[in-house]
């Protein structure tokens, strides 16, 4: 469809009914999945507006300051690069605590046994308010922290007197309990530190806000640090928890493909509530398509850019001939030899769960096709059977 046919389409479509409606259809892709042990990834990204619209605000745009945006938050099923949802708000409201009340509801809204083994956000999220809300609801967390006075003041306390351990790619970490003023109470905090190798750069700023730059030349004996600071409820072994933090990175593989190769940002309107239902929609069509290019080449996600050429691209002739038909695709890809053997392993999986359709229910029948796709995380093994009836009609 064209942009206009979209925009009149959802004009006079209520907010509210438009949420459920694609929050239901979110849900079905990745609610069997979520009774294998799994953590709920929390991020922001930034969508820079240009003209007059709704929700349009100056706030955090390392990209185009001053430049006003909307900002996306998301909620992710970390390392399937699977949306579970979004919501757009205006582009002043990029810190954590904007995005509290749907990630807890949306943690509230799962079975027990479906919950995030933790959740997981960069330092927007590492605030009194959603730590204290995680902890009335008995979900575990872990965030990076800010570097404050008090921080720093750690930071010395273990430089000096701390027992440093191996972290794993030439980082080193040493944890203690910490009370910041305005927490509710002590919290176990992870100091990370990595030696710097090389010169310094160093910046100063003038009165007249240029920066000054140098470089900071020191004798070889002297070691130089950066430190990352996290704070978990977890009590898993440091180097447990900074791998964990570490795989966050591939959050933002996700927000390069949905804005690079969907177009998560490129779609603009006068009023944030038809942004909205595309943000959500453009999820929803990643995801199908994720789940389908997992199912032509389970060993790795295929990015759009590489998938769509591949599985798109190819020229089909129906025939039919004593009662069968039968399609004929040419395709017009280099490399036509690893699309034949995708589309025969295809063919024979959709074959057989055809011939067993009427002995399955609709989220059996989801079951099967969701562990082939996964076979790589589930490791050969069919996803666990809901404990519960889940809502979903055919």
């Known amino acids: 469809m064209s942009e206009d046919s979209v925009r009149r389409a959802f004009r006079k479509a209520s907010p509210e009914s438009c949420a459920q409606w694609q929050r239901n259809h979110l849900r079905r ?16 990204t930034i969508k820079p507006l240009y003209g007059r619209q709704e929700g349009a605000v100056v706030g955090f745009n390392p990209h185009k300051p001053g430049r006003p945006s909307h900002v996306f938050h998301t909620y992710l099923i970390a390392n399937l690069r ?5 919501e757009v708000q205006r582009g002043n409201q990029t810190a954590g605590k904007y995005a509290r009340s749907v990630l807890f509801d949306l943690i509230e809204s799962l079975p027990e046994g479906a919950r995030p083994a933790f959740i997981r956000g960069d330092i927007s999220f590492g605030s009194e308010g959603t730590m204290k809300e995680a902890e009335q609801k008995r979900v575990e967390y872990l965030f990076k922290l800010r570097q404050t006075k008090k921080v720093k003041r750690l930071i010395e306390v273990l430089f000096r007197d701390g027992q440093w351990i191996k972290a794993g790619r030439g980082w080193e970490g040493s944890e203690s309990l910490l009370k ?58 440091i180097e447990v928890l900074v791998q964990h933090y570490r795989d966050r990175a591939d959050a933002e593989n996700a927000f390069d493909e949905l804005k690079n190769q969907w177009g998560w940002g490129g779609f603009t309107t006068h009023d944030i ?16 398509w994720s789940l389908f290019a997992r199912l032509a080449i389970p060993e790795r996600h295929a990015e759009a850019i ?11 002739q129906q025939t039919r001939h004593g009662r069968q038909t039968r399609l004929m695709l040419t395709s017009t890809h280099g ?23 009427e ?16 076979v790589k995380f589930l490791k050969g093994k069919l996803l666990r059977p809901p404990p519960i009836r889940l809502g979903f009609n055919p």
């Open 359 to 374: 002995q399955l229910t609709w989220v059996e029948r989801w079951r099967q096709i969701l562990s082939l796709a996964l």
């Open 29 to 44: 892709c990745w609610e069997l999945l979520l009774y294998e042990p799994w953590i709920l990834d929390i991020d922001s």
């Open 335 to 357: 490399n036509h030899r690893q699309l034949r053997r995708i589309l025969r392993r295809l063919t024979l999986f959709f074959t057989w769960l055809r011939s067993n359709a």
């Open 273 to 288: 509530h038809r942004c909205q239902v595309m943000a959500r929609n453009t999820a929803l069509i990643y995801n199908w």
């Open 82 to 86: 699977l949306i579970m949802d979004v």
């Open 306 to 316: 590489t998938s769509r050429p591949l599985l798109l691209e190819a020229v089909g």
């Open 180 to 237: 910041l003023s305005g927490w509710s109470g002590h919290r176990r905090v992870i100091v990370l530190r990595r030696e710097l190798k090389g010169r310094v750069l160093l910046a100063h700023k003038r009165e007249d806000e240029q920066e000054d730059l140098a470089f900071l030349d020191t004798a070889e004996q002297i070691k130089r640090y950066e430190y990352v600071v996290l704070v978990t409820s977890l009590p898993d072994e």
